[in-house]
Structures are given as structure tokens and as C-alpha cells.
């Protein structure tokens, strides 16, 4: 079988396209996510149904948001499965998932997603947790291993410190390239995302812009001491009173300690707090 083209679709690979073809990886993934007929069940990138067909068995309704228009144009015209689907065709890095979820049933996304884009994909996620139940996801396995990564390993950055910041991270099944036609080079992991609260984050910033800055002027200088990487904005006495060390390296601090420098620097650089922080 040619690579190009997989069930008479010609395959995108600019939109990610592995397929998922392994029977025992679908069927773990739907019992994980265990869907419930109720319950707001949102697929991104449903593709050629692979998991679609096997989670509509199980409820009633399911919407999916998928960018191909060939893609969608065949969801619309499975018979079994069209009068359950609602196919918004979007590009899901600028679709409004708040739009979907109300207060009493909050959304449960999930998807095998296209690799090229899950950093932004999850950055434009994490602006809707407050609406989400929990997220399931097909993510390249370093993708995985950044996601829930611990302070001072390689994988340890700035997507670590902001997806926990907004969810609890549990890599659930190791994903070999054979279970996807065609094969990605590299190796999968499925992954549950689950929000926090919104009002009850374990770590609450003040001021996101502040977190997000210190993180990426920690990481991208993390192997200095956490005293000069800092050094234009806090000084030594003050990182002493917060219990930070400041001989430690950015890449050693906690999300706790991201918080706390950014929360500090929210409160007292009012210079910098009129000024718009990118
Ligand atoms: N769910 C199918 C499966 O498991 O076999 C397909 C998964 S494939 C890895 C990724 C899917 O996301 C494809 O159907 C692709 O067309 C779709 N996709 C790619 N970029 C997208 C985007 N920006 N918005 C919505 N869907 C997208």
C-alpha cells in the first residue's frame, strides 16, 4: 500500500496525518477517556474516524473539529455516524472551545493530534481550561515527557512550567510508530491532561504576562545562577526572603518558585507593569 494514499484519502502530511490503524491502541485509548452518553465530548482531527466510530458506539452525540475538507466532507457522509456528529470544518488553533461547553457540562476534548502544531495547540487550550473537564491527547513522546517533565531534567522548560501550572499531567500509553499509517518517525505517548480548578490553582498567578516572563527569561538562561539571571529585577536580599537560592539555575526552580518570582515582580515592578510585557 502506498503511503500517499491510506482508505482512498490522499494523505496531508502538512496536517499531520498518521492514522491510527493499531485495534489494541484504539481500544485503550477509548477506555481511558471511558466516554458517557451526556457528558460534552469534543474530537479534534477525527481524521478517517479511527476513533470517532469507536467512541460514537458508546453516546449519542460527539462534535469534531477537523481542518481537511476532504476529511470533513467524509464524516458528513458516513451514514452511521453523521446524525450523531456535529463537523465544525476549522482550523481548531483559532476555534473558540468556550463556545461549546456550558457551566453544567463542561467540555471533554480529545484527539490524536497533528504533531506540527500541539505546542500552539496547547498554548490556545490552556486559555479555555476554566471549560474544560479533561483533555485527552496522541502527543509525540518527548512532547509527553516535556509536558510532565520535574524540575532540573533536560525536558524540564517553559511548556512544562505552563501546563502545570494549568493541569495535572498523566502519560498513560506508550504508542509505537507502527500503530499509525503512515508511520511518524517518532514515538508516541497518550496523555490525560485534567484542569485545575480555576479557583483553585495550587500555584495562582497574579499576572500570567509576569509568569510567562519569567519563565522564558528563566529558560533561556538556564544554566546561569537564578541571582544574574534575575539580576535587573530582584535582588539578592529579596530572593533570600522568598527562599529562593539564588545559586540555584533557573531549570532547578518549582512552578511554586516561578510563581512566587513572578507574583514578587507583579506586586513591585510597577515601571514594568505599565508596560506591555509581550
Ligand atoms: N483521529 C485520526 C486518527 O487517529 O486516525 C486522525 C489523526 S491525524 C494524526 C490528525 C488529524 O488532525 C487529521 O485528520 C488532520 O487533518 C487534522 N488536523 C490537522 N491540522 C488541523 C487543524 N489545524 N485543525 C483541525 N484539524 C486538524
Redesign the pocket.
Known sequence: MSDKVYLGHRV?RR???????DPYVIDEIVSTINPITGENLV??????????KPILDKVDKLIV????RD?AERMRNYPEMASKLTIYE????K?DFRSLSTLKNPLRIF???????STP?LFHLFTFTGAVKDMHF?MQKEMVNRLAADPGSKAYGRLTVMAQYYCKVVPVIEVSPSS?TPAPKVDSTFVRLIPHNELELPHPATNLKWLERVCREGFNQRRKTVRNCFKKMIDLETLTSLEIDPTARPENLTLAQFVLLANWMDANNLENNNKDLI
Open positions: 496531508r496536517f499531520g496525518q498518521n492514522f491510527l490503524t474530537e479534534i482531527g477525527p481524521g478517517l474516524g479511527a476513533l470517532t473539529v477537523e481542518l481537511d476529511l476549522a482550523d481548531v488553533i476555534f484527539g490524536n493530534l497533528p504533531y506540527n502544531i495547540l496522541m499509525f
